[in-house]
Nanobody, 117 residues
Framework: QAQLVESGGGLVQPGGSLTLSCVVSGLSLDYYAIGWFRQAPGKEREGVSCVRPSDDIPYYKDSVKGRFAISRDKDKNTVFLQMNSLKAEDGAIYYC??????????WGQGTRVTVSS
């Protein structure tokens, strides 16, 4: 059974940084894309970033381009999301998933990011 576990969320001030981690078990990063999604209160879940097995240009939501970076450590089966220059509107529960769309089969439990002064 595949399992994804996120960590690294917390409270940061606007302009601050956080790095989220997604530890993947039961799936190989050589064969599965891993995506980051977020959901703010009262809003739809949205894709933030995604990295595919081919390791070509990753996907980023327009509003996070230049601020967020996705990366992988294949030896540790872990995917990271480095978030810089955080804005209040980045506040949400962040999830990782086994794909680049909301139809992904496997999801983590979520980690909360709060951006507030």
């Amino acid at each position: 059974q595949a399992q994804l576990v996120e960590s690294g969320g917390g409270l940061v001030q606007p302009g601050g940084s956080l790095t989220l981690s997604c530890v993947v078990s039961g799936l190989s990063l050589d064969y599965y894309a891993i995506g980051w999604f977020r959901q703010a209160p009262g809003k739809e879940r949205e894709g933030v970033s995604c990295v595919r097995p081919s390791d070509d240009i990753p996907y980023y939501k327009d509003s996070v381009k230049g601020r967020f970076a996705i990366s992988r450590d294949k030896d540790k089966n872990t995917v990271f999301l480095q978030m810089n220059s955080l804005k209040a509107e980045d506040g949400a529960i962040y999830y990782c998933a086994s794909g680049c769309t909301t139809l992904a089969d496997f999801w983590g439990q979520g980690t909360r990011v709060t951006v507030s002064s």
